[in-house]
């Protein structure tokens, strides 16, 4: 099975700054017809998860430019340029080029 | 507006069997591949089953593959995970997962979840 690894679990980010989490994958999750199919999610309290970016850097309706997706091959990124109140939550990467789907453990983003 | 809305969750003894259903609503069931995560208190997504749109195609996680047995109705827009046998650590919630098509056709892609049902397996 393709194994998802996130980092840091935990981070703590100051309003208005910026934030990155990392994904990592032991498996190439780039297709044959060149599509790269790692998915971040996010789930804030109490709520089921949303849908953030589709192959790597594909905004989902609704997600506000602030979030972007990056990376290629086995080493992905997720950015917040300004972190705001609402981005308080866990986040999850997920590989959807291989069965069995497995996520990353997720990492909880919180404010200073 | 896309709708996802599971049900059948409860309290169950170890051993015991649980049916979940998920009714959908707002676009062609019958067009989209779905699947079922799960979600333990505290924990992860751990993906469990996937169908596609058609029930020609489905994938089992190897935690729940002779245990777990997803199916659909396309004429009632619904969707189903059969679940016997069931273990402590099948406790958790269960999300009803929408597949994107268009430009994910050659892999996976969630755009819509459903809020979930609690499922619990304790004496």
């Known amino acids: 099975d393709v194994v998802m690894t996130q980092s840091p679990l935990s981070l703590p980010v100051t309003l208005g700054q910026p934030a990155s989490i990392s994904c990592r994958s032991t498996?190439?999750?780039?297709?044959?017809?060149?599509?790269?199919?790692l998915n971040w999610f996010q789930q804030r309290p109490g709520q089921s998860p949303r849908p953030l970016i589709y192959?790597?850097?594909n905004r989902d309706s609704g997600v506000p430019d602030r979030f972007s997706g990056s990376g290629s091959g086995t080493e992905f990124t997720l950015r917040i340029s300004r972190v705001e109140a609402e981005d308080v939550g866990v986040y999850y990467c997920?590989?959807?080029?291989?069965?069995?789907?497995?996520f990353g453990g997720g990492t909880k983003v919180e404010i200073k | 507006e896309v709708q996802l809305l599971e049900s059948g969750g409860g309290l169950v003894q170890p051993g015991g069997s649980l049916r979940l259903s998920c009714v959908v609503s707002?676009?062609?069931?019958?067009?989209?591949?779905m699947s079922w995560v799960r979600q333990a208190p505290g924990k992860g997504l751990e993906w469990v089953s996937a169908?596609?749109?058609?029930?020609?195609?489905?994938y089992y996680a190897d935690s729940v593959k002779g245990r777990f047995t997803i199916s659909r109705d396309n004429s009632k827009n619904m969707l189903y995970l059969q679940m016997n046998s069931l273990r402590a650590e099948d406790t958790a919630i269960y999300y009803c997962?929408?597949?994107?098509?268009?430009?994910?056709?050659?892999?996976?892609?969630?755009?819509?979840w459903g809020q979930g049902t609690l499922v619990t397996v304790s004496a």
């Open positions: 498996q190439s999750l780039v297709h044959s017809d060149g599509n790269i199919y």
């Open positions: 169908i596609s749109g058609s029930s020609a195609t489905i």
């Open positions: 997920m590989q959807g080029r291989h069965w069995p789907l497995t």
């Open positions: 997962v929408k597949e994107r098509e268009g430009d994910c056709r050659t892999g996976v892609c969630f755009d819509y």
């Open positions: 707002g676009f062609t069931f019958s067009n989209y591949a």
């Open positions: 192959k790597v850097s």
